[in-house]
């Protein structure tokens, strides 16, 4: 309870409400000057609004009057208690809700961006071995496909043969066999074929997808793709009209 002795404590008045009350030097100490009026509630500088003069202060009835302060310690008390806390004053709370908030826009935006770049990059992406995990990771929760990883620099052709087909008069049929010496299982590659003759002039030329020759290889049977496993070979046949005499010279390549 603040004491009438008490040189130190102010009486000031509610901008808002314009009720009058006493302040000790130590809530004033506590909070910086800033009180909240326990009538209005409304938060203020006690000093800024001290009342200068006697004349300035308001008449009191004989139950109010300030020799008894009988109404004065249970505000100043609350006054106290709420702002022992040192809490940050109406407009440092605005700012930060207001730098919370664009954070958080930022953020929101960042993730959205993010999203957007993995799901257009992704077939990309997930064919090099650095971003691979990551995109990984990413896409549990994006929600995005995964492509088979793959590396055509370890897949290799140890077999080619071309030779007319057994059954079927103007076609021949091609062997090959693929090795995988990557460390991890990779997806059938696609097969180029190209004839050319003496002088390097294209003859003919045909592209087979994986369903392609893994179908024809097993007719009758499911036609559901394979990988080719770590460190195995695989044998490929698929047949292909006869490109005719011409056809003195052939490259085969894989691609995606």
């Known amino acids: 309870m603040p004491s009438k002795t008490d040189s130190s404590a102010i009486v000031t008045r509610c901008p808002t409400c314009q009720t009058a009350f006493r302040v000790t030097s130590e809530q004033l100490l506590t909070a910086n000057g800033m009180v909240r009026c326990g009538k209005c509630i409304g938060v203020f ?3 800024e609004h001290q009342l200068n003069s006697v004349a300035e202060q308001p008449e009191q009835t004989p139950k109010e009057a300030p020799e008894t302060d009988q109404a004065l310690p249970q505000l100043t008390e609350l006054i106290h208690n709420e702002f022992n806390g040192q809490q940050p004053s109406p407009k440092q709370s605005k700012t930060l809700r207001t730098l919370l908030g664009r954070l958080a826009v930022a953020a929101i935006g960042a993730l959205v961006l993010a999203a957007q770049i993995i799901y257009f990059t992704s077939a990309e992406l997930s064919r090099n071995e650095n971003y691979r995990q990551a995109l990984i990771d990413s896409c549990y929760y994006f929600g995005c496909k995964i ?3 793959r590396d055509l620099s ?3 052709i140890n077999t080619f043969i071309i030779q007319s087909h057994p059954t079927q008069p ?7 066999l693929i090795e995988n010496k990557a460390k991890f299982r990779q997806p059938y590659p696609r097969i180029k074929v190209r004839f050319e ?3 390097g002039e294209l003859v003919g030329q045909r592209i087979f997808s994986p369903e392609e020759y893994i179908a024809e290889k097993n007719s009758g049977r499911s036609s559901a793709i394979k990988n080719i496993s770590s460190g195995r070979q695989t044998h490929v046949s698929f047949s292909l009209v006869d490109p005719g005499l011409d056809a003195v010279n052939y490259l085969v390549a894989l691609s995606l």
């Open 147 to 149: 492509a088979p990883y």
């Open 197 to 199: 003759d003496l002088q």
């Open 45 to 47: 500088n006690a000093p």
């Open 170 to 176: 103007g076609a021949v049929v091609v062997d090959m």
């Open 154 to 156: 370890k897949l290799s």
